[in-house]
Every structure is written in structure tokens, then in C-alpha cells.
């Protein structure tokens, strides 16, 4: 009930929009849940007339609530309201991609073996909440599809440059699009703007790329002139796509509003959509908002109730930690690793040894003298023509390095930094990435001759077991900064220089498809898998998915090598970074146990974050208050398919149950990988299932050796029945001393 935004004193009369949550849906016809909406915005405002002018959206299907202008002072008021759950203004959305590249990745994330099963997630109908899709790619095209689930309740809007008898059709099945309140009308009275098509039209490439890539056609012979040639296609290349533009270009930014993407949730829950994928968040800092505080939690609360998987993007703010965005336990939250094929661009010293920049240059060779300058202002004419290395000392003087570039006609500059990889590819000028290390190999060659040289060349193509798979640098990490007891990311998929549809705008796209990067990339590919995993298990929960994508998550890349985790400095991957691991499709659609949850167990969460129980009570029922249990649990009793202890002193037992999803008759034993100086036990350490008992529990108790306040160390607990392994990464910290006067 608190409006964190609002500064107690600060009121200003100036209205903004407001959004207000009223919890599930309370009468059982849209319209009367409208005029209840409105009803309370007369009883604030006095006249029914103000109230119908200021309401922007009413959220009437898939749960309670409106979208309103008002001033600060008449939200404080509405949050008193005895009705209300929270109120919080609009606030922006960023689309999840980090950059482009000049080159096309290919992926196959997905066997062959579930696609076929899955009949390619044909009967599957993937929400994807964005910019919009550009429906002319070949992506869309419906060839040998069926008819359309009869289900599927949406609609094809028509709008500026898009017909819905036209541009939708068997495939593209849906798409609706959410105009922010404050785009410019025009002199008609209409919603207008240069920068934009006032339809489901993508004018940018990152809502056509995303929806590709979750449920793309197969499109074979996608070429590259340089990288080759490849088959696109989406992770369920036969799944249907409903798309619902959210993200608009607004003064030359994207920009996405909670009030538009939570209507857009609204309609999807209503539409009979099967997942959800939404590749956007906040940007860092999170800290001042709690998944309460965010109204998309809300939204995906009630997604997940009608048995809706919701998966976000976990944010690029990485790798830095507590920077993983959209923790709510009842979400999937993806991070992106890299693929086993590496582009590196091959630069050949005068004394013979070769170095391999981490970024692809694709253009002609060059070979040139090789000059080192200490810093920007330090380039001269004297560098004309010539190849610079520079080591980066802040990240503020790429910029005065690319100036000198452009000012003194430098063939191309080679930058040693840190590996956060922020670097720009770009043909013209040339900047290159290298590490520190290798930069100090050239340095010392430099130094080791009077007329240094060097020769680039175009990048190389490296697959295979050669190529570590990490978690990209860009993917944000845990732990969680907002609620610690729930792992966030969940898990990992594919998100660098993965290819998707593009749009006319793309200067850098080949024959209608891009590489692009980001946790927005690698959350489409699991929508993709969610997607053939609901084609198989119709019956199966959203968190049943949830866990059975954690729990056979390889934390190994497919040849058996580890994972690493790319950073300022690389380390094995960890659950902050990937979760259970990357996603394994196959595996995942049949994981042997699952780690359930209903929506009653996640009150039963709300109620052990000190939810008021007026309010869990909205959010499952509007008449009943909702009895939390006394004491009130701890947050370790939600079900999750991971164990997080972050603030470990005394022993702590917690309890899981696993629900039987393989053979009715099976004998699971117990494997634990202990986390560091932490001691676990597992009783009963045998699960035995017949036809009878299909759920057990079993009981964790996790004890410390640590004597002082430790950092996090991580262990597993794996059931096996000698072909299932279902695995629960566990993350545990000593917290011997919280406050000084404890
Ligand atoms: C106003 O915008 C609408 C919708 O984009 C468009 O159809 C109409 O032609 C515009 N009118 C003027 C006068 O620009
Ligand atoms: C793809 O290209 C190969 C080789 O160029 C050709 O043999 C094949 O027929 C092409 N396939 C399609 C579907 O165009
Ligand atoms: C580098 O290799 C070339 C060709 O193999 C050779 O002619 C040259 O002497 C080598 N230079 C050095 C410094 O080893
Ligand atoms: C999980 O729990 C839900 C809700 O209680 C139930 O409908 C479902 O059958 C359970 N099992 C699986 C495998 O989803
Ligand atoms: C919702 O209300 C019904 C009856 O009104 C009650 O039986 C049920 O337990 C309530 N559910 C929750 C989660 O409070």
C-alpha cells in the first residue's frame, strides 16, 4: 500500500498517469468490472465524467485494475481505498539488446527429437510482448500450418501500414498494439508520430526479432557473404504468434509503458495465449523497488494462475552483481550465454605471432606500421596511416580515441581493456578489442623493434569443443537484490549474435535476418522451448516447466566442458550467473521429477515477505481476506527448484516436495554436492514412487562450519533414478554478523 514514488510533502497538482491494482477479477463480465473502475475514479474525481477523461486503460480481464491521470495527492488518497492493492505511477520499460553485429551467429538449440514430438509446438500460441513485428518477413508465413487453435480468442488490429486480412494469417495470428497516452495527436484529433506506425508495425527490429526467434518458420539457406549459410528458424518453428506492440519509438527513444505492457498482459491472458515472453525490464539500480513495487509482477501473477508460463529478460547489466532484473519467484528470468562459434578477427604481429581480437572485422586486409599511444590526446599526425594499440584506462576515452581516429587518418585502432566488451564493432574507423594480457604482448613487441608492423585480417569462423560457451558478459547476475531467498536468473539460453527477422531499418541486416544480442535474445529461444514443452505437457503448471527447465539445466556446454562466466575477469559459472545452467530442451521435457507450486503456495510466499493479508486476499479472491498462516512462514518454504540461504547463522531445515513425472513405479536416490564448509543432509535420502505416491517430500538441513560472515558458496542436490538427474543448485552465505548491536 505504499507509493514509493511519492515523496510524503512533495505533491505537486500536475496529474500523471497512475497505475492501480485492485487483485483478481471480481465480477464475472468485463463491462461491470469497467464500470466498478470507474465507479471509484467518480467517487476520487466527484463527477463520472472526470472519471471516464482520466482513465487511460481499464485491466478487466485477466485481473483488476486501471490505468488513470491523476495528481499525487488524489493516488495517496486512492491508496487508501479499502478496494485498492497498490498504486504506482507509469514508469518506462528498456528493450533488452545490447548491440549488433555485422555477421550472422547460427544456433541449434533445440533436438530434433522433442521438436517432432512437440509436432513443432503447431497447436502452441506464443504472447510476445514488444515493438511490434514486421509481418512481411519470411519468418511469418504460415506455409503447411494448419488452421488456427479454435481457442484463440485475439484479434489482428488494422492500423498504419497493416491490414489484418493482409498481414496476419496462420502463423502471425495476432496483433494488437497499446498507443502510449501522452504520443502526439495531430490535427484530426488522431494518435500520430513521425518516428512510428500507429499499428502492430515494428518500426525498430527488436520486436520482429525476438518473435523469430521464439516461433520463426524454418527458412532455409539463410546466406552471409561471409559467414556462410545456415538455416533460420524458431525455437517451435510451427507455433503460432500473437504479437502486442508496447515499445514505441517516442522522441527518437524506445520506450515501453508498464500501463500499455500490463494491458497488453490483460488482453494475452484473455486471448488464450500459452507463454508469455517479454525481453524487457528496468535498468539498474533496482533497489528501490521491490517485485510488489513492480506491476508486471502483478500481471505474470495472474498469467501464471490461468496456467500461463511468463518469461522475462534478466537485464544486461551484468557482470556486475545483484544486477538481475524481474525476480519474481513465479517468473522465469533468462541470462544469455554465448554460442560454441567464435568470430575472431586474426591480428598477425611482425614477428610472426598472431593474436585473435575477440570481435569480428569483416573487410579487406590491411597491413600497416604498428604505433602505441599512452592516451587520446597523445595521437598525432604522426599516426597517419598506422595501426594504434591503446590500453583503455576509463571507458569515457573510446570516444576521444575514436575522435583522433577520424582526425588523423589512423588505418584502425586496437583498444586492451577490461572484458566487458563495450566496444563498438564497426568497419569505419576500425576499433578493436583485446584483452589486457594480449595487450601487453603487442606492447612488448612494439617495444622490441624499431619499425613495428602488423596485419588484420577478416575474422575467422571457430565451432565446436574448441569454443567455450560462457555466460556473456553482458547478462546480468545475481543474487537477488530484492528478495535474496529466490535464485534469479533461472536459467540460461543462447543470447549473442543469435540470429532473427529484421526490418527494412537495419542497415547491417542480409537478406531480411540480423545477429543480435542480449538477454532479449535469449529469452525467446526458452519461449521457444516452454512452448514444445506445453505441446507435450498440456496438464503441466507453469512452475512444473519453471522446474523442469532449472533441474536439467546442464551446467556443462555440450561437449562436457564447463561453462565459463565472462567478466572483468572469468570464472566457472555459478547459479548469480546461469541459474540450474544452460537449458537443455530435450532433457527438459522430461525431467523426471518436478519441484510444483500453485498459485496458493505462492500467497503462502506473499505472506512470508509481510504481504498484508488484505491483499493476498485481492490478488486470489476479492471477498476473502486471505489467513496467513501464524507465525508466518519462512521464505524458504516456496517450492522453488533451488535452495538460497543468504543469510545462514543457526542450522536451517527446509522442506521440498518433488512430484513424479516419469515411470509410476521408480527409486530416486540422492547425490549433494555440499557448498563450501557447509554441511547438508537429505532425509529421507531414498524416494519411492509407486502408484500410490506420486509426491514426496523431503527434508534439507543445512549447516555451517564458517566462523565468520562468508560470501556465497555453491553445492547441488540431485535426485537420480539412474536415468533422470534432477538437479537443485543451492546457494548458501554465512551471516554471522548482520548488526553490530545485535
Ligand atoms: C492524423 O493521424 C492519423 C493516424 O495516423 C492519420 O490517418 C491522419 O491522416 C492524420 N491527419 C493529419 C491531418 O495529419
Ligand atoms: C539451398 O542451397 C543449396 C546449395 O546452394 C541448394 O542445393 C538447395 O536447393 C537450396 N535449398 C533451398 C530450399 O533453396
Ligand atoms: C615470419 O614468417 C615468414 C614467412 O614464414 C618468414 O619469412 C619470416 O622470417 C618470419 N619472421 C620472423 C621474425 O620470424
Ligand atoms: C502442479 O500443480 C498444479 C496446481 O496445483 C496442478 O494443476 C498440476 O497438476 C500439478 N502437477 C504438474 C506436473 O503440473
Ligand atoms: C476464495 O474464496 C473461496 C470462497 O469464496 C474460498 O473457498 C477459497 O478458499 C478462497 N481462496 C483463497 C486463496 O483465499
Redesign the pocket.
Known amino acids: 500500500m505504499v507509493i514509493s514514488a511519492v515523496a510524503e510533502g512533495a505533491y505537486e497538482d500536475q496529474t500523471k498517469v497512475y497505475i492501480v491494482y485492485l487483485g483478481a477479477i471480481a465480477h464475472n463480465h468485463a463491462n461491470l468490472v469497467t464500470a466498478s473502475h470507474v465507479a471509484m475514479l467518480a467517487s476520487l474525481f466527484g463527477s463520472e465524467k472526470d472519471a471516464r477523461e482520466s482513465m487511460v486503460y481499464s485491466y478487466r480481464h485477466g485481473f483488476s485494475g486501471f490505468a488513470a491521470h491523476m495528481t499525487d495527492r488524489e493516488a495517496k488518497k486512492l491508496s487508501e481505498h479499502p478496494e485498492v492493492v497498490q498504486v504506482m505511477p507509469n514508469r518506462y520499460y528498456e528493450m533488452k539488446t545490447t548491440r549488433t553485429f555485422n555477421y550472422l551467429g547460427l544456433y541449434e538449440s533445440t533436438g530434433k527429437e522433442l521438436l517432432l514430438d512437440a509436432n513443432m509446438g503447431e497447436d502452441v500460441i506464443i504472447g510476445v510482448i514488444d515493438s511490434g513485428v514486421w509481418p512481411e518477413s519470411v519468418s511469418f508465413n504460415d506455409k503447411g500450418l494448419g488452421p488456427i487453435p479454435s481457442r484463440w480468442k485475439g484479434k489482428c488490429v488494422d492500423g498504419e501500414e497493416f491490414v489484418a486480412t493482409k498481414h496476419c494469417n496462420k502463423k502471425l495470428i495476432g496483433a494488437r498494439y497499446y498507443i502510449p497516452s501522452h504520443m502526439k495527436k495531430n490535427k484530426t484529433g488522431m494518435t500520430s508520430d513521425e518516428n512510428d506506425y500507429m499499428s502492430a508495425r515494428d518500426s525498430d527490429v527488436h520486436g520482429t526479432h525476438v518473435a523469430s526467434i521464439a516461433g520463426g518458420a524454418f527458412v532455409p539457406n539463410v546466406s552471409n557473404t561471409v559467414f556462410g549459410v545456415g538455416t533460420a528458424r524458431g525455437g517451435a518453428p510451427s507455433a503460432r504468434i500473437a504479437v502486442y506492440k508496447v515499445c514505441w519509438k517516442i522522441f527518437g527513444n524506445d520506450e515501453c509503458a508498464s500501463m500499455d505492457i500490463l494491458k497488453a498482459m490483460d488482453d494475452a491472458i484473455e486471448d488464450g495465449v500459452d507463454v508469455m515472453s517479454l525481453s524487457l525490464g528496468t535498468s539498474i539500480p533496482l533497489l528501490t523497488e521491490t517485485y510488489k513495487d513492480n506491476m508486471l509482477s502483478y500481471g505474470a501473477f495472474h498469467a501464471i494462475s490461468n496456467?500461463i508460463p511468463v518469461l522475462f529478460a534478466g537485464g544486461n547489466d551484468g557482470p556486475r552483481a545483484y544486477t538481475v532484473d524481474n525476480i519474481a519467484p513465479w517468473v522465469i528470468t533468462v541470462a544469455a550465454t554465448s554460442l560454441d562459434r567464435w568470430f575472431p578477427t586474426p591480428l598477425k604481429l611482425g614477428n610472426n605471432v598472431t593474436i585473435l581480437a575477440r570481435a569480428p572485422y569483416k573487410g579487406l586486409e590491411i597491413q600497416a606500421d604498428f604505433m602505441y599511444v599512452e592516451s587520446p590526446n597523445k595521437i598525432t599526425g604522426a599516426a597517419k596511416g598506422k595501426v594504434v594499440l591503446a590500453f583503455l584506462k576509463k571507458s569515457a576515452d573510446v570516444y576521444d580515441y575514436n575522435l583522433g581516429i577520424r582526425k588523423f587518418g589512423l588505418k584502425a585502432l586496437i583498444i586492451a581493456s577490461e572484458r566487458d566488451d563495450n566496444v563498438e564493432v564497426v568497419d569505419i574507423p576500425i576499433i578493436l578489442n583485446i584483452d589486457y594480457e594480449q595487450g601487453a604482448t603487442m606492447l612488448n613487441y612494439i617495444s622490441s623493434t624499431s619499425s613495428p608492423t602488423i596485419k588484420i585480417s577478416s575474422a575467422i569462423t571457430l565451432s565446436g569443443p574448441l569454443v567455450a560457451t560462457k555466460v556473456a558478459v553482458f547478462s546480468s547476475r545475481g543474487p537477488n537484490s530484492v528478495s535474496p531467498y529466490v535464485l534469479k536468473p533461472d536459467v540460461a539460453a543462447p543470447g549473442v549474435a543469435i540470429l532473427g527477422a529484421s526490418t527494412p531499418f537495419m542497415v547491417s541486416s542480409e537478406n531480411g535476418f540480423i545477429a543480435l544480442s542480449g538477454t532479449s535474445m535469449s529469452t525467446p529461444v526458452v519461449a521457444g522451448v516452454v512452448a514444445l514443452l506445453r505441446a507435450i505437457?498440456r496438464?503441466?503448471?507453469p512452475?512444473?516447466?519453471h522446474s523442469a527447465l532449472v533441474t536439467t539445466a546442464s551446467t556443462t556446454d555440450p561437449y562436457g566442458e564447463p561453462i565459463f562466466a565472462d567478466g572483468f575477469s572469468e570464472k566457472l559459472a555459478d547459479p548469480f550467473d546461469f541459474g540450474g545452467g544452460l537449458v537443455n530442451p530435450t532433457k527438459a521435457a522430461d525431467p523426471g521429477l518436478?519441484y510444483?507450486?500453485?498459485?496458493?503456495d505462492y500467497m503462502r510466499f506473499l505472506c512470508a515477505s509481510g504481504y498484508d493479508e488484505r491483499s493476498i486476499g485481492k490478488m486470489a479472491n476479492k471477498s476473502d481476506m486471505y489467513h496467513c498462516p501464524s507465525p508466518r512462514p519462512s521464505m524458504l518454504e516456496l517450492n522453488l527448484p533451488s535452495i538460497t540461504i543468504p543469510f545462514l547463522d543457526r542450522d536451517v531445515t527446509v522442506t521440498r516436495t518433488v512430484?513424479n513425472?516419469g515411470p509410476i513405479v521408480s527409486k530416486y536416490m540422492v547425490i549433494v554436492k555440499p557448498p563450501l564448509g557447509v554441511e547438508i543432509t537429505v532425509t529421507p535420502n531414498i524416494l519411492l514412487f509407486n502408484p500410490l505416491v506420486q509426491k514426496l517430500s523431503f527434508e534439507v538441513t543445512v549447516s555451517t562450519t564458517h566462523k565468520s560472515n562468508s560470501i556465497y558458496y555453491f553445492g547441488s542436490i540431485t535426485w537420480t533414478d539412474g536415468s533422470h538427474f534432477v538437479s537443485i543448485p543451492l546457494s548458501v552465505r554465512t551471516e554471522r554478523l548482520m548488526y553490530f548491536n545485535h
Request: net charge negative; aromatic share 6%.
Open positions: 496456467g505437457h496438464d503441466w503448471s512452475a512444473a516447466i518436478v510444483n507450486a500453485s498459485a496458493e512430484t513425472v
